[in-house]
């Protein structure tokens, strides 16, 4: 937890903040056992290889399966549940349950809480209804908000008390201090003497798939240096039975491990980061990800409509055909970058933000004069939020995209792609087809196949569309500067 919080504040590349989750859920098994092997060994009973490779495979094995029992039963339960309520409540209760009975049976609580949660996430699309879903989101970014920073807390509240036992005891305060710091230093060399290793028998090193490339050594070191060690460290420390010889020493160095590293590696871990030039997450280039995942999920929806039988007097598939179009066109439309006028969806989300404001003042006027029912006024407040709030949402993640260079994206994803890569833009491009007709275009592409410039589907020509639909030539790349992109309209594919 210590670092994934450190690491999605200042940015850090969205793999590495994955490897460093998905670590800990092994790493907290073996050093439990590692660690109750070693109590076992100082309380005389030796070392028993086979009760350690029994008790590895119970904590971490055993801890997977009570998981994914509790994922079998849960998922059972959602399926027939549809009060959000009553859903968000059981997803408070599994992990508890999960943890309990892990630990009753000798296995990993934390691996059991995990893979029963990963499973259930991943599964939510499908056993949960859009509300609770939304419900839950946003119950457990609270908690995750809260157990963060109480993690600190914790940590930070036995500081004294275990400095003050350490003083008691009979060892000298430079011999104290050089345990402490040689046990930090050993933590954090040896956890880089590992990961390069590591990572060269893991993945080899070729091309990564989804990366396009070989991964630098530079995310490799990023990735050993940002193993700050928290509560569970401190915690299985105060695991030894109190009467075990120099107890309070122990305390201290399992204290100088977790305070040094989080210090050190975690407030250094920025400035690494930028020395290394490690990229953070592009806004522009997940919008550009959005735009191509809505647009596949568009041409599936008008796929789905085709295939319908319906019978419609008034004009309502019309309507949903203009809403897609909508949506998808203000998703494309957040990848503008260098337009000094007001877009289309910036428009939008300015007047409706005001035209909302209004609405709600008004239902709130009706709320004080009593004539409508209060369930009725929270159902019509409601509908506002969750419309202001999407706007919101939107709004921002323009404004970041904004403040970065533009939207990038390497890496050819279908046939034609590949058959046409990107060119340069004449500096003066402009739509000439908007200009004869006396319009104005939101943003320009240009055809990688005859080179013809014309206006987006965001603008009201559309020509860029129509020019496709004239010529067949499928690919076309963003003719606005700072931007990189190519899109393909025969695979609805991004590069």
Request: a negative charge; charged letters at 20%.
């Amino acid at each position: 937890m210590a670092a994934t919080a450190i690491g999605r504040r200042i940015g850090l590349p969205r793999r590495i903040v994955t490897i460093l989750e998905g670590e800990s859920l092994l790493n907290d098994a073996t050093a439990l056992v590692a660690l109750r092997t070693a109590l076992a060994i100082a309380a005389g009973s030796g070392l028993d290889y086979w009760g350690v490779s029994l008790d590895f495979v119970r904590a971490a094995g055993g801890g997977a399966l009570i998981g994914i029992g509790f994922f079998v039963v849960v998922a059972k339960v959602r399926r027939n549940l549809a009060d959000p309520v009553l859903d968000s409540a059981l997803s408070l209760l599994v992990p508890f349950a999960a943890y309990v009975v892990a630990e009753e049976a000798h296995a990993s609580g934390v691996i059991s809480v995990v893979v029963a949660g990963l499973l259930l996430g991943h599964q939510a699309p499908v056993l949960q209804s859009a509300q609770s879903r939304i419900a839950e989101r946003l119950n457990w970014r609270t908690i995750s908000f809260v157990l963060e920073n109480a993690v600190f807390l914790l940590i930070g509240l036995q500081a004294w008390w275990i400095v003050r036992g350490a003083a008691d005891s009979d060892l000298s305060t430079g011999r104290i201090v050089a345990v402490c710091a040689a046990t930090l230093g050993a933590v954090v060399v040896l956890r880089l003497l590992w990961v390069f290793p590591a990572r060269y028998a893991i993945v080899r090193p070729g091309a990564d798939p989804d990366a396009g490339g070989v991964p630098p050594w530079t995310y490799t070191f990023l990735l050993g240096w940002a193993g700050m060690r928290g509560v569970v460290t401190l915690a299985a420390a105060f695991v030894i039975p109190e009467g075990t010889q120099y107890r309070e020493v122990l305390l201290l160095m399992a204290f100088t491990v977790v305070a040094g590293t989080l210090l050190i590696q975690g407030m250094s871990l920025p400035w690494i980061a930028r020395r290394l030039r490690v990229p953070s997450p592009d806004p522009a280039e997940d919008a550009l990800a959005r735009a191509t995942l809505l647009q596949q999920a568009s041409k599936a929806a008008l796929h789905r409509l085709d295939d319908m039988q319906y019978d419609d007097a008034h004009g309502v598939i019309d309507l949903i055909r203009q809403r897609l179009d909508q949506r998808n066109f203000a998703a494309w439309e957040r990848l503008a970058t260098v337009s000094d006028e007001e877009s289309p969806s910036d428009l939008y989300a300015r007047v409706r933000l005001a035209m909302i404001e209004a609405e709600r003042k008004r239902v709130l006027e009706i709320r004080s004069e009593g004539i409508v029912p209060s369930d009725v006024v929270a159902d019509v407040l409601a509908m506002l939020d969750v419309e202001e709030s999407m706007l919101d949402l939107a709004t921002e993640e323009r404004r970041e995209i904004r403040l970065t260079s533009g939207a990038r994206r390497t890496g050819a994803s279908c046939e034609d792609l590949e058959t046409h890569p990107a060119v340069a833009t004449a500096d003066e491009a402009c739509c000439a087809r908007c200009l004869e007709e006396d319009l104005r275009w939101v943003a320009l592409r240009q055809c990688l196949v005859c080179g013809n410039l014309a206006c987006c589907d965001s603008s009201v020509g559309q020509h860029a569309a129509g020019h496709f639909h004239e010529t067949a030539h499928s690919v076309m790349e963003s003719a606005e500067p700072d931007e990189d992109w190519r899109w393909c309209y025969v695979h609805h594919t991004t590069g």
